[in-house]
């Protein structure tokens, strides 16, 4: 994920010390059901697509932008999956960040899925029973957006 401009002005006086930002997720079906993913250029991991919203920009409407930018595939919103907070993940500079995640079920459009900037080296659509490994956080993000059933963490932050 590239460092939005905002967050590099805020690091300038507030240091490598935790920032609680939010960030979003877009679980993406297109009409076969299958879910689209990017393998990120900063780790060679596959994941869902995600970013961080801009000052006054609505959560929906970056995970729309974020998807878009990132694999030329337009999608709309069509329901909040689940809002989490996340253990704090401190990078290899030394910063420190905690994100709100919103995680929305999206559903594709329009656009052919490709590598659309330099955060992604690969993009492709993916079966549900055949995703390669997107970690927990990934899998349990496509399993909740598949359900209509609600997801409730436990406030000790465990999950």
């Known amino acids: 994920m590239a460092t939005p401009d905002f967050i590099?002005?805020?690091r300038a006086s507030a240091g490598h010390?935790?920032?609680?930002?939010?960030?979003v997720t877009a679980v993406v079906f297109d009409d076969e059901g299958r879910v689209l993913l990017g393998r990120r250029s900063d780790n060679g991991r596959w994941s869902l697509i995600g970013g961080i919203p801009e000052p006054g920009e609505q959560p929906a409407a970056c995970?729309?932008?974020e998807v878009e930018e990132e694999t030329a595939v337009q999608c709309v919103?069509?329901?909040?999956?689940?809002?989490?907070?996340l253990k704090p993940v401190t990078y290899d500079n030394g910063d420190v960040c905690q994100f709100m995640?919103?995680?929305?079920?999206c559903r594709a459009v329009g656009g052919e899925a490709r590598v659309n900037d330099d955060e992604s080296l690969?993009?492709?659509?993916?079966?549900?029973?055949?995703?390669?490994?997107i970690k927990e956080f990934g899998q349990t993000r496509v399993k909740q957006a598949l359900s209509d059933a609600p997801t409730w963490f436990e406030p000790t932050g465990s999950f």
């Open 101 to 105: 995640d919103i995680t929305f079920r």
């Open 17 to 23: 010390q935790l920032l609680w930002l939010p960030g």
């Open 77 to 85: 919103v069509e329901r909040l999956v689940l809002v989490q907070a």
């Open 63 to 65: 995970a729309v932008r």
């Open 122 to 133: 690969e993009v492709g659509w993916f079966e549900v029973d055949a995703l390669p490994d």
């Open 8 to 10: 590099r002005d805020l």
